[in-house]
């Protein structure tokens, strides 16, 4: 019997308690119930599309409940929690005591795959990295899949696969840190770690709860697999010096252990072989170079061909909500960043360009320090902070600069029309999260380019 076949057995008629009836949630009690366990589903929101999502699992014959947590969940032999659910939380401390096994839906998912996964995480960089990589991951043999913190739940995709069984197969897992306070033997073949900068303080409390989280994506590797790790991050040197497992470094410097370097503005490889020149890469900004080349990595140690990495390099073009170009009127361009929800990802949406900014803030603050901005007080020529961080962000940056306190994005979205002026551009990279206006990061990027084409009427 393999392992797919033991955990199949193992878990049928299994009490699960799932925790958050969100996409997560949803996928994990999707995949439980196909199994044959029996499963029980509670959410504290009742929000209209928290009642459709569990209408939708009644139909399948999925109890649950919604508007508070009842007792039901603990009367479980495991509990599945979505990424929202904080280690530190009632629910989760409650359950401990009573000695219930607690995992996350990565680790859920992983128990009934044996397809081959790679890894990836960071503070910044993430989507955009698995993207090129999925891209550069489709070949005559190997056929990638996309999931994770993406918004595409790993449990739907290996439900999918568990229906359409595919022996070419791999994951491609953007990871945050979110996801990796509840695993135990969750094992990428290839882990890739992009960058480490203070990000979810709010919900991690100390950089050094944040990075051990983050570090939990290699900690089942063996010398059997892969860590990519960034060569200039010195955090990541560090943290994964003595790691057992095979270690590929990425940097547009050379580097003994990197397979892909920079060279009179050509991506080479380690024979020397010129791949592309840096003036043919599809993105713009030092930033994605870097992510650029830790998808190649990733791609290389899978078997894919410089050539398909290349071309990948080449025609990527970037994912939505990530530096964006909407439109331009009057002269004015438009950028949505809404996928920039901590302060290292607004620097480095400011580095991309040379043109006056009208920088929009804003959201929901996750413990980060605006005054990292004060650097910038050449590029940026006005800011607009809006929503519940308003009022700090204007505390720590109005010494420096313009600064507009206002609530709503959508009003300020009007007022960054009147603050620029031909050849400029407004730039909306908030800097924090999205959920005191909207449902997420894409929601928030969706109605921003919405308001803006409103400009254009």
């Known amino acids: 019997m393999n392992k797919i076949e033991k955990n199949i057995n193992g878990i049928k008629n299994l009490s699960i308690s799932v925790i958050g009836l969100g ?67 009632p629910i989760i401390i409650e359950s401990q005591k009573r000695g219930i096994r607690i995992i996350g839906e990565i680790e859920f998912a992983s128990l009934f795959t044996n397809s081959p996964i790679i890894g990836v995480t960071g503070s910044n960089g993430k989507s955009t990295t698995v993207h090129a990589l999925f891209e550069m991951c489709q070949s005559e043999d190997i056929h990638g899949v996309l999931a994770g913190n993406i ?75 892969c860590v990519i790790y960034n060569a200039d991050d010195k955090i990541l040197i560090k943290a994964l010096k003595t790691h057992t497992a095979k270690k590929i470094t990425f940097s547009p410097n050379y580097s003994e252990n990197s397979i892909y370097s920079i060279n009179n503005s050509n991506i080479i490889n380690k024979e020397c072989a010129k791949l592309t020149h840096l003036k043919n890469i599809g993105l713009p900004g030092q930033h994605n170079i870097y992510n650029l080349l830790a998808a190649a990595s990733g791609a290389h140690c899978l078997g894919i061909s410089d050539i398909k990495i290349a071309e990948v390099m080449q025609s990527f073009k970037g994912i939505p909500h990530r530096l964006e170009s909407i439109t331009k009127i009057d002269g004015i361009e438009y950028i949505n960043d809404s996928k920039a929800t901590n302060i290292d990802a607004v620097k480095v949406a400011i580095k991309s360009y040379e043109k006056p900014i009208i920088l929009i803030l804003g ?54 029309y009147h603050k620029a002026d031909n050849g400029e551009i407004v ?31």
């Open 23 to 89: 996409r997560s949630g949803v996928a994990i009690a999707r995949l439980a119930n196909y199994l044959g366990s029996k499963v029980f589903i509670s959410d504290n929101s009742s929000s209209d599309s928290i009642k459709v999502n569990l209408h939708s699992l009644e139909s399948m014959g999925i109890k649950g409940e919604i508007g508070g947590c009842s007792d039901k969940i603990y009367t479980c032999d495991l509990m599945v929690i979505s990424p929202g659910i904080p280690a530190d939380s």
């Open 151 to 225: 918004g595409l739940a790993f449990s739907d995709k290996v439900l999918e696969e568990l229906h359409n069984p595919d022996p070419k197969r791999v994951y491609i897992l953007e990871i945050s840190s979110f996801q990796m306070e509840f695993i135990e033997n969750f094992h990428p073949h290839i882990s890739i770690f992009l960058n480490i900068s203070p990000d979810h303080l709010d919900r991690h409390k100390t950089f050094k709860n944040y990075l051990n989280a983050k570090l939990r994506l290699a900690e089942n590797q063996t010398e059997n697999d």
């Open 363 to 416: 959201g929901l603050a996750k413990g980060n320090d605006f005054a990292e901005l004060l650097q910038y007080k050449n590029k940026i020529k006005y800011i607009i902070a809006y929503g519940t961080a308003k009022e700090m962000i204007y505390k720590e940056l109005s010494s420096t600069f313009e600064v507009s306190k206002i609530e709503l994005l959508q009003d300020a979205v009007k007022l960054s």
């Open 427 to 457: 730039l909306l990279s908030p800097g924090c999260a999205s959920f005191d206006q909207f449902k997420n990061f894409e929601d928030r990027g969706i109605k921003f380019t919405q308001w803006v084409r409103e400009l254009e009427k």
